[in-house]
């Protein structure tokens, strides 16, 4: 049966800031639209505007649009219908204050109703701020102060998570805290590019300081849409998982066939394609990693026979010489295919969509991806794995939630089949990966021991007497041939200690499984659903947070030659 794959698109997400009081919105609208026309693609490298003609012309992977906005009166609502009036366009709201507190600061019921219109074009508004201000300053002033602050959080998130920021502002200083301008400096301090808008014209307002754009997630996301899986592949894939998730475990009896029907149709097919693709990388690079070190030991060993035994010099040689084209061109098509980057990021995507997946099977919302700053370097907001989970999972209804309580029901299948089953990863990945080490380890203690004695006995030979010389030269040479491949051998056996991080996550793993176990005691005392919903969200964050400190681990890790 065919999956619903459909390619992700590029989303170039568009932050608003401005004024409230404008003179005239339709002409503000027009020229937000002009502005865009005009200016967006300049803002892109040569290189980038290269490669978005190349993928337009390809005609898979569409290049869209979305509104980054908190809706408040005025230029945030006018840039955001200006963006939603382009094909494929989205609205994503960022709300500074709770509803109740943000509802209040509009002024007529118009404005309100328009708000609500505006936000229901969004499948998940992210919100800043849940308590009323009043539960937390209880004097006037102290309240407006918060009221600042939130604001100022609020623009500083649009400029965090905007590729461009539109700016529908006089130009004048701040006129207080949170305000369009303090936005528009902040923009300027990260570099972010900005177009002011006003007096009937647009202009780019930080020309000689801002970061300009790339397309390098572009082409990242063109490379999963096109990647060379056949859609039996990904269909057999696909209902693997439909047999693994719902059809094999006793506790899945209780999912209803809409929620399966969800996930089957909008998370399966996307986890298919990711972890296909990390499968046959990660084969790829270890494959590559384990044939040079073993090869290079191989090498140096043909070099001593070829060298101590003349008749067997052509041989060796020979055999050196294809021993290193190997490693070379092992080396060369793990790099050209980027085997190693191509591995991890699919598989941090695929571990993401199965916390999705329970998360969706629950009716749960997962809160809205926080790089903490020491990982700004291996994963950020910009990152394309981060950009096709959000457009993935953005293609989903809106998920209830568990305040009805239905998703109780789930606790069990929750524990046994996610919870559970990391636990049993974990512990298996800890005891798997210690194996390995040990071996190595065990290999690294016969070599180093051997190569000393052969080369103690190197130096006995001047005083050992009594044996022929046709028997003194066979032992010179076996123990040359020792001193010289053996400690090739060790650098081997180090380096793939190194390429394959044994300790490290063995290490991850063990201490990963006590934390499961903490959450899984936690969940089977869970009774209420609210804190069923938060518990949830706990292990989403767990999990992401140990697939984000390996990706950190992993990114790092390569196939180097003796």
């Known amino acids: 049966m065919p999956t619903d794959f459909e390619p992700v698109p590029y989303r170039i997400r568009i932050g608003v800031t401005g004024h409230r009081k404008l003179a005239d919105p339709a002409a503000m609208e027009a020229l937000v639209r002009a502005a865009i026309d005009s200016e967006l693609t300049k803002l892109f490298d040569l290189k980038s505007q290269s490669e978005m003609d190349r993928v337009r012309h390809k005609g898979v992977t569409a290049i869209s649009y979305s509104a980054l906005s908190p809706l408040a009166e005025g230029a945030d609502r006018i840039a955001a219908r200006a963006i939603l009036g382009y094909p494929g366009a989205r609205l994503d709201v960022v709300l500074p204050l709770s509803m109740d507190d943000y509802l209040e600061d509009f002024e007529t019921e118009e404005s309100k109703l328009e708000f609500k219109e505006l936000i229901g074009r969004c499948r998940r508004p992210v919100e800043l701020r849940n308590r009323r201000i009043r539960d937390d300053r209880h004097d006037p002033e102290g309240q407006a102060e918060l009221r600042k602050d939130c604001y100022k959080s609020a623009g500083q998130y649009v400029v965090d998570h905007c590729d461009l920021l539109i700016a529908l502002w006089d130009g004048e200083p701040a006129r207080g805290r949170g305000g369009t301008a303090e936005t528009v400096a902040y923009a300027c301090e990260q570099r972010r590019p900005v177009i002011r808008i006003w007096d009937g ?249 051997v190569t000393v004695a052969a080369a103690a006995l190197h130096l006995l030979f001047g005083v050992v007497t009594g044996v022929g010389d046709e028997i003194a030269h066979m032992l010179h040479q076996l123990l040359t041939i020792i001193a010289l491949m053996f400690p090739a051998v060790a650098a081997s056996l180090a380096g793939m200690e190194a390429h394959r991080e044994h300790l490290r996550l063995e290490k991850r793993s063990e201490n990963m ?35 984000q400190d390996w990706l950190m681990l992993m990114r790092y890790v390569d196939i180097r030659g003796n």
């Open 513 to 547: 499984a006590p934390q499961l176990q903490r959450l899984d005691h936690q969940l089977s005392s869970a009774t209420d659903p609210i804190r069923f919903e938060d518990l949830m969200r706990e292990a989403d964050e767990l999990m992401l947070r140990e697939t």
């Open 201 to 449: 014209r647009f202009e780019l307002h930080n020309r000689e300081n801002n970061n300009g754009l790339d397309a390098t997630a572009l082409n990242a996301i063109d490379v999963f849409n096109c990647r060379d899986i056949t859609e039996q592949q990904r269909s057999q894939y696909a209902a693997s998982l439909d047999r693994d998730y719902f059809v094999t475990p006793e506790a899945a009896k209780g999912i209803p066939g809409d929620v399966r029907q969800l996930v089957n149709h909008g998370l399966f097919p996307y986890y298919a394609q990711a972890s296909i693709v990390a499968k046959r990388n990660q084969k790829r690079f270890f494959r590559a990693g384990l044939y040079t070190y073993w090869f290079s030991a191989a090498a140096v060993g043909c070099v001593a026979a070829a060298v101590l035994f003349p008749a067997l010099a052509e041989a060796g040689f020979g055999l050196e010489l294809a021993l290193l084209v190997a490693i070379a061109w092992l080396q060369w098509r793990a790099h050209r295919t980027h085997a190693h980057q191509t591995w991890i990021e699919n598989r941090f995507l695929t571990e993401r969509l199965r916390s999705g997946i329970f998360l969706a099977v629950c009716g749960i919302e997962p809160r809205p991806l926080d790089v903490l700053p020491f990982m700004g370097h291996s994963l950020t907001v910009n990152d394309w794995t981060v950009r096709v989970f959000d457009e993935i999972w953005n293609r989903l209804p809106r998920l209830p939630g568990c305040s009805q309580g239905k998703c109780l029901a789930l606790n069990a299948y929750v524990r046994e089949e996610w919870i559970g089953k990391q636990i049993g990863f974990h512990t298996g990945k800890s005891a798997s990966e210690r194996r390995a080490r040990l071996r190595l380890a065990r290999a690294a203690r016969i070599v180093l021991p």
